[in-house]
């Protein structure tokens, strides 16, 4: 059996989630912006439905926004820790 590769996941309520991206080095430079969203999305509460959209992750202050970019492109590796938080819709219409 191989190595899991994993990150953490952490709330703004310091809840942490421990996400297993892949077992391969190969398929960890290969890991885009998307699917780890949508691994969070399935751990969330109430499931992946609309929740991919919502999702905002950060690492070492980059906001991951582009979806098809490479977790490796952001020096995300093995146990890289990224922080979460949910858009909500709302606000002013001028």
Sequence with gaps: MGKIYQVTVCGLRGEKMTIDLCNTEEQ??????????EKVAEKLPGGAGESVQ????????????????????????????????????GGLKL
């Design 28 to 37: 960890m430079q290969s890991m885009t912006v998307l699917q780890l969203k």
């Design 54 to 89: 919502t999702l905002r992750l950060i690492f070492t202050d980059k906001m991951l926004e582009q979806d098809s970019a490479l977790l490796s492109s952001f020096g995300i590796q093995h146990k890289s820790v990224i922080h979460m938080v949910i858009r909500v819709p």
